[in-house]
C-alpha cells in the first residue's frame, strides 16, 4: 500500500448468505463473494461509495464469520458453483493479516472444492497467494488493475492503492509462476491516463512482465462518484474531464444509470490503445457492459454459447 493511514477495521456477523450472484450481466450465472465492505484505496472514481452498506473512507467492515459460514453453505447448496468472483465491490487483498489469513482460507476451500476463482485487485497479492494458484492450474485468473506506469498520476487517482512497481511485480510473480493473468487497463480517464504516450508506456512494462493480454474500458461516472476534492495533474482536471460525459446509459447491469464519453471518442482511443498494443504483441478486449456501442467482447468467463457473441475467457 502506498499509505500508512491508519484504517478502522470493524468485524461484524455475516447473516445472509455468503455466495451471491452478481449484477453483471456476463457474471450473472456465476457466483461473486466480498469478505470486506470498505476499502483502504480511496479511489477518487470509486462506485461502492454510492452504495450505504459500503462505510465512509477510513473504514473496513471485515464479515468475521464468513470462512465459517462458507463451509456450512457449500455442502447445502444443489449445484457446486463454478466460479467465484473476487470481488464487486471490496479489495480481496487487504494489508490486514486477519483478513488475509481468512481470504487465503476461502480461496484454498473453493479451489479444493474444484471451484473456479476469478479476481480483480489493485492490491499487493502476498506470495502465499501465488503459490497456492499455482497449485491450481487453469482453475485461478487473475486481473491486475494497472491504467498507468506514472506512479504520481497513480497516487493522484487511487491513492492508498498498490504502487505501480507493486503492481507490475504482480503480473511478473503470477506470470512466472503459471497462473492465468492479465492486466486490466480499467478504468481509462480521458485526458490523463489514455495519451499515446502514457499507453505506450504501459504496453512496454507489461510486455516486460511475460503479459500478452489485457482488459480495458473506460472510467464511468454515476451518482457517488464524485472526489471531495479538486482532482487536477498539469492541464488536466476532474472538472474539465467531466464535461466530456454526455453519452447517458440508463440500463447498466440491468437498471443502472451512468454517464460514458461519446461512443466517437472511446472508438477512436480504443482502436488506438489496440493499435499500440498490437505493436508489443499484447492483445486488448474490451469490457462490453460499459461499451455496448462498440463490442460484443466480454472482459470475464461467459458460458459456452451464450451472451450472444462474446467469447469466452479460457483459464489458460
Not at 18 to 30: D, F, I, S, W
Not at 109 to 114: F, T
Request: aromatic fraction near 10%; proline fraction near 6%.
Amino acid at each position: 500500500m502506498s499509505s500508512t493511514r491508519q484504517l478502522r477495521i470493524v468485524a461484524i456477523k455475516r447473516r445472509g448468505r455468503v455466495l451471491r450472484h452478481p449484477l453483471l450481466p456476463c457474471l450473472a450465472r456465476y457466483h461473486t463473494l466480498n469478505l470486506t465492505a470498505g476499502c483502504p484505496n480511496e479511489c477518487f472514481y470509486c462506485y461502492s461509495q454510492s452504495y450505504e452498506f459500503v462505510p465512509s473512507w477510513g473504514t473496513v467492515a471485515y464479515y468475521e464469520n464468513t470462512l465459517e459460514r462458507l463451509r456450512a453453505e457449500l455442502p447445502r447448496m444443489k449445484k457446486k458453483p463454478e466460479l467465484v468472483y473476487f470481488s464487486t465491490y471490496s479489495e480481496p487483498f487487504l494489508p490486514i493479516e486477519q483478513i488475509l489469513s481468512a481470504q487465503f482460507e476461502i480461496m484454498k476451500m473453493l479451489l479444493e472444492q474444484k471451484v473456479r476463482v476469478l479476481i480483480s485487485t489493485k492490491g499487493k497479492i502476498p506470495h502465499r497467494f501465488v503459490s497456492l494458484f499455482a497449485e491450481y492450474p487453469g482453475m485461478v485468473h487473475v486481473q491486475v488493475g494497472i491504467t498507468t506506469v506514472n506512479d504520481r498520476v497513480r497516487e493522484l487517482i487511487e491513492p492508498n492503492a498498490s504502487s505501480v512497481d507493486e503492481r507490475l511485480d504482480n503480473l511478473k510473480r503470477l506470470r512466472g509462476s503459471g497462473v492465468s493473468v492479465e492486466a486490466r487497463i480499467d478504468p481509462l480517464i480521458p485526458g490523463l491516463t489514455d495519451g499515446n504516450e502514457s499507453l505506450d508506456s504501459l504496453m512496454r512494462e507489461i510486455v516486460k512482465c511475460g503479459v500478452r493480454d489485457a482488459v480495458a474500458s473506460y472510467l464511468f461516472l454515476r451518482w457517488g462518484i464524485y472526489p471531495t476534492k479538486e482532482i487536477a495533474y498539469g492541464d488536466w482536471s476532474f472538472r474539465k474531464m467531466r464535461r466530456l460525459y454526455t453519452l447517458k446509459v440508463t440500463d447498466y447491469c440491468g437498471n443502472g444509470i451512468i454517464w460514458l464519453p461519446p461512443t466517437e471518442y472511446r472508438r477512436e482511443r480504443y482502436q488506438t490503445l489496440k493499435k499500440i498494443a498490437g505493436s508489443y504483441g499484447v492483445r486488448i478486449k474490451l469490457c462490453r457492459c460499459k461499451n455496448r456501442d462498440l463490442t460484443d467482447e466480454c472482459c470475464h468467463p461467459v458460458p459456452p454459447g451464450e451472451q450472444g457473441n462474446m467469447q469466452q475467457l479460457r483459464f489458460l
